[in-house]
């Protein structure tokens, strides 16, 4: 097959090995670093990094404080080294405060301003599904950059309601109700009212509305009301049935009439003011925003005709983010921008609400993943890497079975167009030793000295590699971090994030490496990532210095990763760092956070860590007595699991180095 005919991530790669690895000794000499040259663009950070990521001469990964687009941006290997001499070292999740700011005035301005270009009479009041990231910090910083906006929140449980109520919202803000609710959540939401909360109930089933009448009636107090209705359109995208007829939340066009008839009948339908259409969740195609907007203003317009005094449009999620910057429509990727979402919005309400003479409603979405994915970056750093090459060829005796030298005379056609039947006897001489030491017909000896002549030819094969082979020379750097705590996405739905090395970027990538974690999961790595235009099972990596640390950064973490992230072998929270941008090169902490101790771990999992401690103190104190331990060891064994018990539960002060 001819390269060009190839999938473009494997010819990528295929391109990437050929033009990016190093030769024979496996390094680059000083004389032949491209100095001028800057490699952000291997990694498609001109498409996703939108001014906020770039790269600077020196080859660091820079952020951009948007307050000041003409500032000096700050090297995030600065950020790393300054915290690192502060006592906070990686991993480390890094929220930048004024990414969220800027988020959020990205999409309040765009639809003002498509308000105003399409003559549209009614606000923009957004809300944050508290769901998407419910850190404290996070929120605070929400209510108080949103406070201009009147931007609100939406509680899609009791725990989040008592969340939302323990904020100062502006008085035009809304609190938004979603999903199922008991009494007690019920009677806070229509209680919270008197605190002076926009509180709207939005009505999931028709059993919830007798229990919104019976709650009611014993508080007597009237509650403002929404309804979500189940449009039948049905997105398309990794979330897409969360939208249509077969979703779980909303009632059916059947049951709808349903509750309109019993509302009317109960004397309710006064209180009913909002209606909720869920578009749906990452929607990347612009197409199926318009076609959902569009039937959900058809709802609108029958349930005013029906009597229902709604003054609000909910649309729910929907607005993507552009994960890999190639702007498509995707699971990762949306083939629009943020004016151009609410500009479809407002013109389609606009357009179908003049036509059925009907006033033009508050707009409200709840567009939570894109007004916190961006502001938070996870770093971590490479603790070490296992290469499947070598450098050089191990000594070969009179002794050693043959298969030793016939893999060594594999060196000698290497080049030209033998190059792939070099690999082919090169795998096949491997195999085979392989083999017959399981069957105790060769020694430890010479498996090691066999496997080393293969690493050694690797080096030189993967120079002159095809896109059919290039995973087979891709090496594995392991990062001081678990997939699972904090980029559980990665793992459970194949969520892509822009993920690349924060240093070093104007060095040409030596290696190409797929990232483990520390957890004892095979599943616990990362081997899909963005590179330019396209996506690949390898990442352009540089080969480790040692007493030099190596960090990585994944991008767009702000979404939901904090919420899902689990204890798989209970692997804590890392160190959170919300930092302000200067505009001259530098950074202040905000807020703080610290990594989970190993104490606090433990505790979650229902491990008082005061009993294993005393438990481990009388197991050496029974070996004491039996005299198998002396005194001062005891003392030595004690303070060891004092100190892990108020550790970190990640790898303390890596040394980097090679395998």
Same mark, same amino acid.
């Given at each position: 097959?001819?390269?060009?005919?190839?999938?473009?991530?494997?010819?990528?790669?295929?391109?990437?090995?050929?033009?990016?690895?190093?030769?024979?000794?496996?390094?680059? !000499?000083?004389?032949?670093?491209?100095?001028?040259?800057?490699?952000?663009?291997? @990694?498609?950070?001109?498409?996703?990094?939108?001014?906020?990521?770039?790269?600077?001469?020196?080859?660091?990964?820079?952020?951009?404080?948007?307050?000041?687009?003409?500032?000096?941006?700050?090297?995030?290997?600065?950020?790393?080294?300054?915290?690192?001499?502060?006592?906070?070292?990686?991993?480390?999740?890094?929220?930048?405060?004024?990414?969220?700011?800027?988020?959020?005035?990205?999409?309040?301005?765009?639809?003002?301003?498509?308000?105003?270009?399409?003559?549209?009479?009614?606000?923009?009041?957004?809300?944050?599904?508290?769901?998407?990231?419910?850190?404290?910090?996070?929120?605070?910083?929400?209510?108080?950059?949103?406070?201009?906006?009147?931007?609100?929140?939406?509680?899609?449980?009791?725990?989040?309601?008592?969340?939302?109520?323990?904020?100062?919202?502006?008085?035009?803000?809304?609190?938004?109700?979603?999903?199922?609710?008991?009494?007690?959540?019920?009677?806070?939401?229509?209680?919270?009212?008197?605190?002076?909360?926009?509180?709207?109930?939005?009505?999931?089933?028709?059993?919830?509305?007798?229990?919104?009448?019976?709650?009611?009636?014993?508080?007597?107090?009237?509650?403002?009301?929404?309804?979500?209705?189940?449009?039948?359109?049905?997105?398309?995208?990794?979330?897409?049935?969360? !939208?249509?007829?077969?979703?779980?939340?909303?009632?059916?066009?059947?049951?709808?009439?349903?509750?309109?008839?019993?509302?009317?009948?109960?004397?309710?339908?006064?209180?009913?003011?909002?209606?909720?259409?869920?578009?749906?969740?990452?929607?990347?195609?612009?197409?199926?925003?318009?076609?959902?907007?569009?039937?959900?203003?058809?709802?609108?317009?029958?349930?005013?005709?029906?009597?229902?005094?709604?003054?609000?449009?909910?649309?729910?999620?929907?607005?993507?983010?552009?994960?890999?910057?190639?702007?498509?429509?995707?699971?990762?990727?949306?083939?629009? !921008?943020?004016?151009?979402?609410?500009?479809?919005?407002?013109?389609?309400?606009?357009?179908?609400?003049?036509?059925?003479?009907?006033?033009?409603?508050?707009?409200?979405?709840? !567009?939570?993943?894109?007004?916190?994915?961006?502001?938070?970056?996870?770093?971590?750093?490479?603790?070490?890497?296992?290469?499947?090459?070598?450098?050089?060829?191990?000594?070969?005796?009179?002794?050693?079975?043959?298969?030793?030298?016939?893999?060594?005379?594999?060196?000698?056609?290497?080049?030209?167009?033998?190059?792939?039947?070099?690999?082919?006897?090169?795998?096949? @001489?491997?195999?085979?030793?392989?083999?017959?030491?399981?069957?105790?017909?060769?020694?430890?000896?010479?498996?090691?000295?066999?496997?080393?002549?293969?690493?050694?030819?690797?080096?030189?094969?993967?120079?002159?590699?095809?896109?059919?082979?290039?995973?087979?020379?891709?090496?594995h750097y392991h990062g001081n971090f678990s997939l699972f705590q904090s980029l559980p996405d990665v793992w459970a739905i194949?969520?892509?994030?822009?993920?690349?090395?924060?240093?070093?970027?104007?060095?040409?990538?030596?290696?190409?490496?797929?990232?483990?974690?520390?957890?004892?999961?095979?599943?616990?790595?990362?081997?899909?990532?963005?590179?330019?235009?396209?996506?690949?099972?390898?990442?352009?990596?540089?080969?480790?210095?040692?007493?030099?640390?190596?960090?990585?950064?994944?991008?767009?973490?702000?979404?939901?990763?904090?919420?899902?992230?689990?204890?798989?072998?209970?692997?804590?929270?890392?160190?959170?760092?919300?930092?302000?941008?200067?505009?001259?090169?530098?950074?202040?902490?905000?807020?703080?956070?610290e990594a989970d101790s190993i104490a606090e771990v433990l505790s979650y999992v229902e491990y008082d860590p005061r009993d294993?401690?005393?438990?481990?103190?009388?197991?050496?104190?029974?070996?004491?007595?039996?005299?198998?331990?002396?005194?001062?060891?005891?003392?030595?064994?004690?303070?060891?699991?004092?100190?892990?018990?108020?550790?970190?539960?990640?790898?303390?002060?890596?040394?980097?180095?090679?395998?």
């Amino acid at each position: 097959m001819n390269p060009s005919d190839s999938p473009p991530s494997q010819r990528l790669l295929a391109q990437g090995f050929c033009a990016l690895l190093p030769s024979q000794d496996h390094s680059i !000499s000083e004389a032949d670093q491209p100095t001028d040259k800057i490699f952000g663009e291997t @990694y498609g950070l001109h498409n996703w990094g939108d001014d906020l990521v770039t790269v600077d001469a020196t080859g660091a990964v820079c952020l951009g404080d948007p307050t000041f687009p003409d500032g000096q941006p700050t090297p995030l290997p600065k950020i790393m080294a300054d915290l690192s001499d502060r006592g906070i070292v990686a991993p480390v999740l890094l929220r930048v405060d004024a990414f969220l700011d800027r988020a959020l005035a990205q999409l309040n301005t765009a639809f003002a301003e498509a308000c105003t270009a399409t003559r549209y009479q009614g606000v923009y009041r957004g809300v944050f599904p508290i769901k998407v990231n419910q850190q404290a910090e996070v929120i605070k910083q929400l209510v108080r950059s949103g406070r201009r906006f009147n931007y609100g929140l939406e509680a899609g449980s009791k725990p989040e309601l008592l969340i939302a109520l323990a904020q100062d919202l502006p008085s035009d803000a809304l609190l938004i109700c979603n999903g199922f609710k008991d009494e007690d959540f019920i009677r806070l939401a229509i209680l919270s009212r008197h605190l002076g909360h926009n509180t709207v109930i939005v009505i999931e089933s028709l059993d919830e509305f007798d229990i919104i009448q019976r709650v009611s009636a014993d508080l007597n107090r009237r509650p403002l009301l929404g309804v979500r209705v189940k449009l039948t359109e049905r997105v398309t995208g990794k979330w897409q049935e969360s !939208s249509g007829d077969r979703s779980t939340f909303g009632l059916s066009a059947f049951e709808l009439m349903a509750l309109i008839t019993r509302m009317k009948n109960s004397d309710f339908l006064d209180c009913l003011v909002l209606q909720h259409s869920h578009l749906g969740s990452q929607v990347p195609d612009i197409i199926d925003v318009r076609r959902a907007t569009t039937e959900a203003c058809r709802f609108y317009t029958e349930l005013t005709n029906l009597g229902a005094p709604l003054t609000h449009i909910d649309l729910g999620g929907g607005l993507g983010v552009d994960y890999t910057g190639a702007r498509r429509a995707d699971d990762n990727s949306v083939n629009y !921008s943020v004016d151009e979402y609410c500009y479809n919005i407002v013109e389609t309400l606009r357009y179908a609400l003049d036509e059925a003479e009907i006033p033009h409603p508050t707009i409200v979405t709840e !567009s939570g993943r894109f007004v916190v994915a961006q502001s938070s970056i996870f770093v971590f750093n490479v603790l070490g890497a296992t290469l499947y090459d070598a450098g050089e060829k191990p000594d070969l005796y009179p002794e050693d079975h043959h298969l030793l030298a016939d893999l060594m005379a594999v060196e000698h056609y290497i080049d030209g167009a033998r190059h792939q039947e070099a690999l082919n006897d090169a795998v096949y @001489y491997r195999d085979e030793m392989r083999a017959l030491f399981r069957r105790g017909q060769l020694n430890l000896d010479q498996l090691s000295r066999g496997e080393q002549i293969f690493l050694y030819l690797s080096a030189r094969l993967k120079l002159r590699d095809t896109e059919e082979n290039a995973a087979f020379f891709i090496d594995h750097y392991h990062g001081n971090f678990s997939l699972f705590q904090s980029l559980p996405d990665v793992w459970a739905i194949d969520q892509l994030h822009p993920i690349l090395p924060l240093q070093r970027l104007n060095e040409a990538p030596t290696r190409h490496a797929i990232i483990n974690d520390i957890t004892c999961d095979s599943d616990g790595k990362i081997d899909r990532f963005i590179l330019g235009e396209d996506i690949a099972s390898a990442l352009p990596v540089h080969d480790l210095v040692d007493d030099q640390p190596y960090y990585v950064g994944a991008f767009f973490v702000g979404a939901y990763q904090e919420t899902l992230g689990d204890l798989h072998n209970l692997f804590g929270d890392a160190n959170v760092i919300t930092i302000s941008l200067d505009g001259a090169g530098g950074f202040s902490i905000v807020n703080e956070t610290e990594a989970d101790s190993i104490a606090e771990v433990l505790s979650y999992v229902e491990y008082d860590p005061r009993d294993c401690l005393d438990a481990v103190r009388q197991k050496i104190e029974r070996a004491v007595v039996a005299g198998l331990v002396e005194a001062e060891t005891r003392r030595l064994m004690i303070s060891a699991y004092k100190k892990a018990l108020n550790g970190s539960t990640y790898f303390e002060q890596p040394a980097p180095r090679q395998a």
